[in-house]
């Protein structure tokens, strides 16, 4: 029998529709998967003891003759942002260990909802806020192509999860990078939709105005078909878009075509030096352009002036917002709570937060409080908002001209794990190209583009367009996809050298 773990979500689910496979048999082939080679690379936080019983009802279900949603049956792994009833939600941190939410993140109800079946929660730095995984107070995860590399961050036990095809498909969030970026280190597609588009009811909130959850897969259509399920309106999110959103699976297939690439316009920022990038990601990035080229598309440059101080306003705005919603970790109202006999409220607030709070999110509390002070909100805050305009309208003369635009998704390829851990400033340019979307709240997805010359390793080319336009950029992606795939001569992941050999 075929090895199901190396399926993507659309075979799989195909295979369930037909009765070729089970869902306990899918189910159980990715338990497996994770019980070999878990221990090395640490995606999960946490792994479903009942995934076989949800599976097993999904075959009753649909032997029964039930109308199943197209990825019923399909195995999903889930980042530990996201609350849910049966498995703890932490958000990496120690300040919501062994947190069992009342109700279910409306993206996990969806997928329940559409039969998808639960294998576990991943890993990600503590409330979100990194690019390695490192700040996860539970340890890091590491990079399947190697594995002393870092698996980006925030999302890493997502992306990790799905390269080491211990799951087919995950969930993400995205705030400045925490889905593409992983992607790019991994040689997986991540897709950070339009601000609003997907619901953030029960994603534990980093900073509100840039939050999105969003889908990690091995594919373009993996991720369109799970942008299906868990995309659309959401009465319980304030910021929930009322769109009617067309189907991004049909805008995937109908991309793998390329008829798409025939005369689109594809912007490349004339002010991203090249200096910043590893001359592999950047000689990767330009082999990517002259193949769209080829097949007919038109690379145009453009003018993105403040897209290089998004980093910098990027890092006034999330601590700010951070700082406020991480207020309600107070060792009252969730998780921890250290008890200073004698003390005051304020005695056990702060030994609690002292306690359960890593360096990293310290780091932003403070840097955000002090933003946020009297006398200096307008000096800080209020020019990083200032800052954030200039960059979206960038973005809305650059898409007067083009359809898309493209960047490298991030500088490197996976550093070492602690290279960066001591140098907070380094570890904050990894999201350069990508911290601008978020500021403008466009779409963007990575998809791989090649690995790098010089080490071997994936890099990802991040494919940005206006709001709204999520099915364009499933289109293109899946275009661009199917040819560098071809010149490939196949799956990227199919040729890795994963876990140091042929595991
Ligand atoms: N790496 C970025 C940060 O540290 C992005 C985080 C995210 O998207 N959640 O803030």
């Given at each position: 029998m075929?090895d199901?773990?190396?399926?993507?979500?659309?075979d799989?689910?195909?295979q369930?529709?037909t009765?070729?496979?089970?869902?306990?048999?899918?189910?159980?082939?990715h338990l497996?998967r994770?019980a070999?080679?878990?221990?090395?690379?640490?995606?999960?936080?946490?792994?479903?003891d009942?995934a076989l019983?949800?599976?097993?009802?999904?075959?009753?279900?649909?032997?029964a003759g039930?109308?199943?949603?197209?990825?019923?049956?399909?195995?999903l792994a889930i980042?530990d942002?996201?609350?849910t009833?049966?498995?703890p939600s932490t958000?990496g941190?120690k300040?919501?260990?062994?947190?069992?939410?009342?109700y279910d993140a409306?993206?996990v109800?969806?997928a329940?909802a559409?039969?998808?079946?639960?294998?576990?929660?991943?890993n990600m730095d503590?409330?979100?806020?990194g690019s390695?995984?490192?700040?996860s107070?539970?340890?890091?995860?590491h990079?399947?192509?190697?594995?002393?590399?870092?698996?980006?961050g925030?999302?890493?036990?997502?992306?990790?999860?799905?390269?080491?095809f211990e799951a087919p498909?995950?969930?993400?969030s995205?705030?400045?990078g925490?889905?593409?970026?992983p992607a790019?280190?991994?040689?997986?597609?991540g897709m950070?939709?339009t601000?609003?588009?997907?619901?953030?009811f029960g994603?534990?909130a980093?900073a509100?105005?840039?939050?999105?959850?969003?889908p990690?897969?091995?594919?373009?259509?993996d991720?369109a078909?799970?942008?299906?399920?868990?995309?659309g309106?959401?009465?319980?999110?304030?910021?929930?878009l009322?769109?009617?959103?067309p189907s991004?699976?049909?805008?995937?297939?109908?991309?793998?075509?390329g008829?798409?690439l025939?005369g689109l316009?594809?912007g490349?920022?004339?002010?991203?030096?090249?200096?910043g990038?590893?001359?592999g990601?950047?000689?990767s990035?330009r082999g990517?352009?002259?193949l769209l080229?080829?097949?007919?598309a038109?690379?145009?440059?453009?003018?993105?002036?403040?897209f290089?101080?998004?980093?910098?306003a990027?890092?006034?705005i999330?601590?700010?917002?951070?700082?406020?919603n991480?207020?309600?970790?107070d060792?009252?109202?969730f998780g921890?709570r250290v008890?200073?006999?004698?003390?005051?409220?304020?005695?056990?607030?702060a030994?609690?937060?002292?306690a359960?709070?890593?360096d990293e999110?310290?780091?932003?509390?403070?840097?955000?409080?002090y933003?946020?002070?009297?006398?200096?909100?307008?000096?800080y805050y209020?020019s990083?908002?200032?800052?954030r305009?200039l960059?979206?309208r960038?973005?809305?003369?650059?898409?007067?001209?083009?359809?898309?635009?493209a960047?490298?998704?991030?500088?490197?390829?996976a550093?070492?794990?602690g290279?960066?851990i001591?140098?907070p400033?380094q570890?904050?340019?990894?999201?350069v190209t990508t911290?601008?979307?978020?500021?403008?709240?466009v779409?963007?997805?990575s998809?791989?583009?090649?690995l790098?010359?010089?080490?071997?390793l994936p890099v990802?080319i991040q494919?940005?367009?206006?709001?709204?336009?999520?099915?364009?950029?499933?289109r293109?992606?899946?275009?661009?996809e199917a040819?560098?795939?071809?010149?490939?001569?196949?799956?990227?992941l199919?040729?890795?050298?994963?876990l140091?050999?042929n595991?």
């Amino acid at each position: 029998m075929t090895d199901l773990t190396r399926l993507s979500a659309a075979d799989l689910a195909s295979q369930l529709s037909t009765g070729e496979i089970s869902s306990v048999e899918a189910t159980r082939a990715h338990l497996e998967r994770i019980a070999d080679v878990d221990g090395d690379v640490h995606a999960f936080l946490h792994v479903s003891d009942h995934a076989l019983d949800v599976a097993a009802d999904i075959d009753r279900r649909r032997a029964a003759g039930e109308h199943l949603g197209e990825l019923a049956g399909v195995p999903l792994a889930i980042k530990d942002v996201l609350v849910t009833t049966d498995m703890p939600s932490t958000s990496g941190s120690k300040i919501l260990e062994g947190f069992l939410s009342p109700y279910d993140a409306t993206v996990v109800a969806r997928a329940r909802a559409a039969g998808l079946v639960p294998l576990g929660k991943t890993n990600m730095d503590e409330f979100a806020m990194g690019s390695s995984t490192e700040h996860s107070a539970y340890g890091p995860t590491h990079n399947p192509w190697d594995l002393d590399r870092i698996p980006g961050g925030s999302g890493g036990g997502s992306a990790a999860a799905v390269a080491a095809f211990e799951a087919p498909i995950a969930l993400g969030s995205d705030t400045g990078g925490s889905i593409r970026q992983p992607a790019h280190v991994t040689g997986t597609v991540g897709m950070k939709p339009t601000y609003g588009g997907v619901s953030r009811f029960g994603a534990i909130a980093l900073a509100s105005s840039l939050d999105q959850v969003g889908p990690v897969s091995r594919t373009v259509l993996d991720s369109a078909l799970l942008h299906d399920v868990i995309g659309g309106h959401d009465p319980h999110d304030a910021t929930s878009l009322t769109d009617a959103w067309p189907s991004f699976a049909a805008a995937a297939r109908e991309g793998a075509s390329g008829e798409v690439l025939k005369g689109l316009r594809v912007g490349v920022i004339k002010e991203l030096p090249d200096s910043g990038f590893q001359a592999g990601v950047s000689a990767s990035f330009r082999g990517a352009l002259a193949l769209l080229e080829a097949q007919g598309a038109e690379i145009v440059e453009i003018s993105a002036p403040h897209f290089e101080y998004g980093v910098a306003a990027y890092y006034l705005i999330l601590p700010a917002e951070a700082s406020s919603n991480l207020a309600k970790f107070d060792s009252v109202r969730f998780g921890l709570r250290v008890d200073v006999p004698g003390g005051t409220v304020e005695d056990v607030m702060a030994a609690t937060r002292d306690a359960g709070f890593g360096d990293e999110v310290k780091r932003r509390i403070i840097l955000g409080t002090y933003a946020l002070s009297a006398g200096y909100y307008d000096a800080y805050y209020g020019s990083a908002q200032k800052v954030r305009t200039l960059i979206q309208r960038d973005f809305d003369a650059a898409f007067a001209q083009v359809d898309v635009i493209a960047t490298p998704s991030a500088p490197t390829t996976a550093f070492k794990l602690g290279e960066k851990i001591d140098d907070p400033l380094q570890m904050y340019l990894n999201d350069v190209t990508t911290i601008p979307v978020n500021l403008a709240g466009v779409p963007g997805i990575s998809i791989p583009s090649g690995l790098a010359e010089e080490d071997g390793l994936p890099v990802g080319i991040q494919f940005i367009a206006p709001a709204r336009e999520d099915a364009r950029l499933y289109r293109v992606g899946a275009a661009a996809e199917a040819l560098l795939v071809d010149s490939w001569g196949g799956p990227l992941l199919d040729r890795a050298p994963l876990l140091g050999g042929n595991r």
